[in-house]
């Protein structure tokens, strides 16, 4: 067939002549393999054949290492491939990381920013940690979906509250993070919740709702700060903040009527002792014109007594004259002229009446009198 037919040259060439000898550094061609194809034609793939051309390349790789200046050649390559090996050690750490340098899986130091080196990989390796920035763990699940159960906590009064809260914290001591606890962040979580629960623990329902979360924060960031501390965590707790603190769900519209019940009372109670205090302050103010007033009038009293001393008997008709002045000054007044009247004086029945003027009578006004 024409693909196999050695007379005439194929799409490789002729066969070599058979008296022709070989060359020792160069293995003889086996054996073609079909390529499934015939000769080239016009628009057709050219067909390779794969098992000569690994057999032509294997034979210039060994011409290359095996012939004159070939091992310095080989040096030099390895020269280089080690070299890289080195350099690779090379690592930069940013202002705000730290490096943790380990020896073989063990901790061997800590580097600071900065260009640094350590031995290269399998030896040495370096993990880079942030140090500065703060990391963010919530506990209790997100507002608006279904909370989880380590949510719900129970209060000092033996109610429950469903709170949820967030721990910010930074890194302290990058090789304790990394090597005192398996999971750190999962520690951190465990550690804040049960925190968090002892706190709540010894609180009431009212004060966590209302005027005590701050406390409940601070007193729950320190006592994880102290777990944290006695498990060698390296971490430094900067804040607890709770993000939602409410009743359970199936008691939320009791407990607002309660609560507004309560505010109603606060409210009651307030405008109460405002008006208390007004009564109050008008008293105290009463008390003082009082005082003051007798003060006034018992000083009266010392210089009209002193002035009695000195004149009695004026004292004594000025003081009358004074005294009935005050009575009849806002009195109705009936003038009598009795000159000429020689029977009883009847006054008329509106005599007494309040009048804008003092009425005078005379006798020529009463009945029966000429």
Known sequence: MPWNDNAGPGPWGSPPPSGDKPDGDRPKPGPRRPSGGGPRGPGGPTPIDFADLSQRLSGRLRDAF????????FALVAAGVVGLWALSGIYVVQPDQQAVVTTFGAYSRTASSGLRYHLPYPIERAEKVSVT????????GVPGAPLPDESLMLTGDENIVDLSFSVQYRIADPARYLFSLRDPDA??????????????????????????RGQVQDQAGTLTQAI????GAGVFIDSVQIRAANPPPPVIAAFQDVNTASQNAESNANVARGEAAKIKQAAIGYREQVVREAAGEAARFNQVYDQYKLAPAVTRERLYIETMQRVLANSNKVVVDSKGASAPIILPPDAFRPKASTARITSSSIPGVN
């Open 228 to 231: 944290l501390d006695r498990y």
């Open 66 to 73: 095996n012939g004159p200046g070939r091992p310095r050649a």
């Open 187 to 212: 520690a951190i979580k465990a550690v804040a919740e049960s925190a968090m629960r002892e706190v709540i623990g010894k609180t009431a329902l009212q004060p966590i709702l209302t005027t005590a």
């Open 133 to 140: 920035s703060l990391q963010r763990i919530d506990i209790g």
